[in-house]
Antibody, heavy 123, light 110 residues
Framework: QVQLVESGGGVVQPGRSLRLSCAAS????????MHWVRQAPGKGLEWVAV????????YYADSVKGRFTISRDNSKNTLYLQMNSLRAEDTAVYYC????????????????WGQGTLVTVSS | SYELTQPPSVSVSPGQTARITCSGD??????AYWYQQKPGQAPVLVIY???ERPSGIPERFSGSSSGTTVTLTISGVQAEDEADYYC?????????????FGGGTKLTVL
């Protein structure tokens, strides 16, 4: 069965960095685009970033562009999110999610989600 | 920036039909997706490509599209359907594609 397991969250001071990981199993990881989606406490869902199945393209929400970097290692079935220059408003649960279309070069929906990892940015 | 608009809340009695709308200018050209999220849990996809239902999702969940509005319909609402519901689509109007979510609708089962 498809499993996505995030890790790497924690408490970090403003301006510092953190790297999240998402370990995938139960499907051919290299055939699917992958996303990060976040949810601030008590708020709605916010799309953060996407990486194409082959890593050829990456796109970001305006709120994180220039600070966050999405990447993947298809040999390790793992998705990453490098978060730099963190701000208080980046505090959220971060989910990785699989694009529901195989080998797409567009953004579809998200058919599988991890359980999320909490990032708290606070001094 | 592109926005999807949902009502903040919808209330229905058990056994009634709940309809949750989502409006966006690009919805005639882009598919919409719906997610259910219960407290402390990750979202679950309940409708994809406007009206398709993933395996394992009860038949009482259905989706439809008309112009710039998509609608999630839950027929014969049950207490377990109480949750937050989010629509999602893609914004391909710019230089690169972006994901976009509606603000969410809290469904209360009275």
């Amino acid at each position: 069965q498809v499993q996505l397991v995030e890790s790497g969250g924690g408490v970090v001071q403003p301006g510092r960095s953190l790297r999240l990981s998402c370990a995938a199993s139960g499907f051919t990881f290299s055939s699917y685009g992958m996303h990060w989606v976040r949810q601030a406490p008590g708020k709605g869902l916010e799309w953060v970033a996407v990486i194409w199945y082959d890593g050829s393209n990456k796109y970001y929400a305006d709120s994180v562009k220039g600070r966050f970097t999405i990447s993947r290692d298809n040999s390790k079935n793992t998705l990453y999110l490098q978060m730099n220059s963190l701000r208080a408003e980046d505090t959220a649960v971060y989910y990785c999610a699989r694009d529901e279309e195989m080998a797409t070069i567009d953004i579809s929906g998200f058919d599988y989600w991890g359980q999320g990892t909490l990032v708290t940015v606070s001094s | 920036s592109y926005e999807l608009t949902q009502p903040p809340s919808v209330s229905v009695s058990p056994g009634q039909t709940a309809r949750i709308t989502c409006s966006g200018d690009a919805l005639p050209k882009q598919y919409a997706y719906w997610y259910q999220q219960k407290p402390g849990q990750a979202p679950v996809l309940v409708i994809y490509k406007d009206s398709e239902r993933p395996s394992g999702i009860p038949e009482r969940f259905s989706g439809s599209s008309s112009g710039t509005t998509v609608t999630l319909t839950i027929s014969g609402v049950q207490a377990e359907d109480e949750a937050d519901y989010y629509c999602q689509s893609a914004d391909s109007s710019g230089t690169w594609p972006l994901g976009v979510f509606g603000g969410g609708t809290k469904l209360t089962v009275l």
